[in-house]
């Protein structure tokens, strides 16, 4: 199971909801601490004004003076656990529901002046009355001519833990509704901080679609490098498929005087009795000028995207490769919507499909089917035969650059390459696998146009 979400908004969500829990846990234990320590500050008062009346009550020698003993009114009701006790060599005196056993006290935390210029400090500490009631204790230790005498006093500690609870229920409700609100405007803050991104996102698919040349260069500070080094990502790709068409121009055009010769020379009586070669030398031309077509296309102020209907360029296809190929009769099934519209160039669409079904219809023994599907922004078409195949170790050599298969004898790989090529200059790509019928699966990846845009 995966900790880490993949997404930055998970991720900032998650560490937003872990600090802001954090934190509140943190704000629940503070504030109740402190809250603690004030209701536990107006029990230690009422205990150390009976601390301080018991201390002046102590005599000298040690002994009690009980006439000065004067408890408050709730040190009278029996079994509450408000209680005192003086222990001293000369004796042992108790009143109300007394602690019982030793006291485990912490420092001082208040300083009496019992009597002139002696010091005495007051401890806090928790124990056990004598009716078992759980109390808060402050004791107190003086000198005398006997030795110490330890004053102590308790009360109930429920005193002050009841009105703590009564104060925390709404103080941990009021956390909760801080903690969903601050959720929600963590939410709020990762959808409009986040909005930017998206924005980026759809900018750079209309660069891609065509619909935009580069990324807006208004963008926040913290995106505005990563557009800067993508538009020039787009300006480099543009420079090298300009080099790229100028030098297939270049060679394009050193062609044209050899052709033009060698059909003077075909022209002449005799050379060509069929006009097969002549013919040939025709379509090398026509070649030539498609290439150079698109190079002037390439160019800057050419460059242009085109819209080409899907279906409509399969079907053209198909009837002239059934002319064709007449001596080979075979099943094909077409499954392509007639909606189906892809950016790609027209001439260059009916290139790849043609040399891609030609190859098909060439190796298969009975059947070729064609289908397309709509792939997110990509429009897939998949032509499947049931030849012979590719082996598995040779579908790679059928796509390699300079390699043929048809050079080397029989076999699937014709125009593949210039397939291949004629795909990637269109923002597409194209893949060789094994049918489920044992032959060829080429599969044409192309530029979808937007449903909106596509009508």
């Known amino acids: 199971m995966r900790l880490v979400p993949r997404s930055l908004a998970g991720r900032l969500l998650g560490i937003a909801t872990l600090t802001t829990l954090a934190a509140l846990v943190f704000a629940a234990f503070s504030i109740g601490h402190v809250l603690e320590r004030f209701v536990i500050q107006g029990l230690d008062q009422q205990l150390d004004a009976e601390v301080t009346m018991l201390v002046r009550a102590v005599r000298g020698d040690g002994t009690l003076d009980r006439a000065r003993v004067v408890d408050l009114p709730v040190f009278d009701t029996p079994g509450a656990g408000w209680g005192w006790r003086v ?22 935390d208040r300083a009496l002046l019992p009597r002139g210029g002696e010091r005495s400090g ?10 078992g009631e759980r109390v ?9 001519t006997a030795g110490p005498a330890v004053v102590t006093v308790s009360g109930p500690r429920h005193l002050a833990l009841a009105p703590l609870r009564d104060a925390l229920v709404p103080l941990l409700g009021s956390l909760a ?6 959720v929600v405007a963590t939410v709020l803050q990762l959808r ?12 750079l698919a209309d660069v891609r679609a065509g619909r935009a040349g580069r990324l807006p260069a208004d963008q926040p500070d913290e995106l505005a490098p990563l557009a800067a080094e993508l538009n020039a990502l787009i300006d480099q ?6 080099h790229a068409r100028r030098h297939v121009a270049n060679l394009a055009h050193g062609l044209k005087t050899p052709l033009a010769a060698l059909s003077l020379k075909l022209a002449e009586s005799g050379r060509d009795p069929d006009g097969s070669l002549g013919a040939m030398v025709a379509d090398i031309d026509r070649r030539i000028r498609h290439h150079l077509g698109r190079a002037r296309a390439a160019a800057p102020g050419g460059a242009r995207r085109v819209r080409t209907a899907l279906r409509l360029t399969i079907d053209d296809l198909v009837a002239v490769l059934r002319r064709v190929h007449a001596d080979k009769p075979v099943v094909l099934s077409i499954d392509v919507a007639s909606t189906l519209v892809v950016v790609a160039d027209a001439q260059d669409l009916s290139e790849m499909l043609g040399n891609l079904l030609d190859n098909a219809w060439r190796h298969t023994a009975t059947a ?9 922004a990509s429009v897939e078409v998949r032509i499947e035969d049931d030849g012979p195949g590719i082996a598995e170790q040779a579908l790679a050599d059928a796509l390699s650059r300079g390699r043929r298969l048809d050079e080397r004898g029989d076999g699937h790989g014709f125009g593949l390459p ?23 699966c080429a599969t044409l990846t192309l530029p979808a146009v937007p449903t909106e845009l596509a009508g």
């Open 177 to 182: 509704l801080l903690g969903v609100g601050l």
């Open 87 to 108: 222990e001293s060599a000369r004796g042992r005196w108790t009143g109300g529901d007394p602690i019982e056993g030793d006291v485990p006290i912490a420092g001082p």
């Open 122 to 131: 007051v401890h806090p500490g928790e124990g056990v009355a004598r009716s």
């Open 237 to 242: 790709n543009e420079a090298g498929l300009e």
């Open 368 to 376: 070729i089917t064609i289908n397309a599907t709509r792939i997110g």
């Open 418 to 440: 210039i397939a291949e090529e004629l795909a990637e200059l269109n923002g597409g790509r194209l893949a060789l696998s094994t049918a489920r019928s044992g032959g060829l």
């Open 192 to 203: 409009f901080g986040l909005r930017p991104l998206r924005t980026l996102r759809a900018s």
């Open 136 to 144: 808060h204790v402050r004791q107190s230790t003086i000198a005398t």
